[in-house]
């Protein structure tokens, strides 16, 4: 299992004012989001903006990892505690489980991907796309993930189609049978991404 | 506060953050979040925020954890006015 999460931090900082050091509820945002130790991380780093989506994203995809796993739904991001080994490397535990992620920073962006193995090979692919609607812009990742897919276990695109479960976690399938591939998509802001094992 | 009444207070303070136009025009206690309205996570924090700064209440994150609908809004709201 695999999760990814995508933060524009352009997006973000518009999107959600308080995330910033200078916002006006910024320690209430910082109180409900983070552990104790994960704000003395913030507070302590260089670039707080950068820290706070990079923990963030961190927690999204170890997220969405969880409920793949356990298929229940839940918003409690204090729940899920963050380490740092590196600005890239780190781990996230929900209860007792435990979920190693890899980050990728830019100054546009923060990209995590979260998976259960230390060492997990997986592919993905992040990109930036014109700014659409909703919609359009969740349609054209699904489009480059299975385009990426078709090509790489050599299917012919057009039997291809994602399609949600219950709890909202999608699955590929493959003309009516569904596909055994692990993946996430995320979007964010100008940027999307796909990883899958 | 009347349970319509609620429904528009909420109305009101999700709107800044919704991505689904139709689900929002339709929005009643069935309604969720995420799946429906598609707000994002972050922004979610915003709304517990404001829900908190309307009603004068204090969230906890046990609270916050099940807060991933219209019906469980209104059901912490309506507690933590209660406790009051």
Not at chain 1, 2 to 9: Q, S
Not at chain 1, 48 to 62: G, N
Not at chain 1, 177 to 191: A, D, E, Q
Request: aromatic share 10%; with cysteine; net charge neutral.
């Amino acid at each position: 299992m695999i999760g990814n999460d995508i933060v524009d931090l352009k997006q973000a900082a518009l999107d959600s004012p308080d995330s910033y050091p200078d916002g006006k509820r910024h320690l209430r945002f910082l109180e409900k989001v983070f552990t104790v130790k994960e704000q003395d991380l913030i507070i302590a780093s260089e670039d707080k903006h950068q820290t706070v989506w990079l923990l963030w994203s961190m927690k999204e995809a170890a997220y969405k990892v969880n409920v793949q796993q356990f298929g229940k739904r839940f918003f409690n991001p204090k729940r899920l505690e963050c380490e740092l080994v590196s600005n890239e490397k780190g781990m996230v535990k929900i209860d007792i489980e435990t979920y190693f992620t890899s980050s990728k920073i830019t100054e546009d962006y923060v990209y995590t991907v979260a998976t259960l193995k230390e060492e997990s090979s997986f592919k993905t692919h992040c990109f930036k796309a014109k700014k659409l609607n909703y919609k359009l812009q969740s349609e054209v990742l699904k489009q480059q993930f299975l385009k990426s897919v078709a090509k790489n276990k050599n299917y012919n695109l057009k039997t291809l189609k994602i399609k949600k479960s219950e709890v909202g976690v999608p699955k590929v399938y493959r003309d009516l049978k569904r596909l055994p591939i692990n993946f996430s998509l995320t979007h964010c802001g100008r940027f999307s991404g796909f990883v899958y094992l | 506060m009347t349970k319509e009444e609620l429904i528009a207070k909420l109305k009101t303070i999700v709107q800044p953050y919704i991505q689904n136009e139709e689900a929002f025009n339709n929005l009643s206690e069935n309604t969720d979040f995420i799946n429906d309205l598609k707000i994002n996570s972050a922004n979610l924090v915003d709304v517990i925020l404001d829900v908190e700064d309307e009603f004068d209440i204090r969230i906890e994150n046990d609270d916050m954890e099940r807060m991933v609908s219209v019906k469980a809004a209104m059901d912490i709201v309506n507690e933590k006015l209660a406790e009051k």
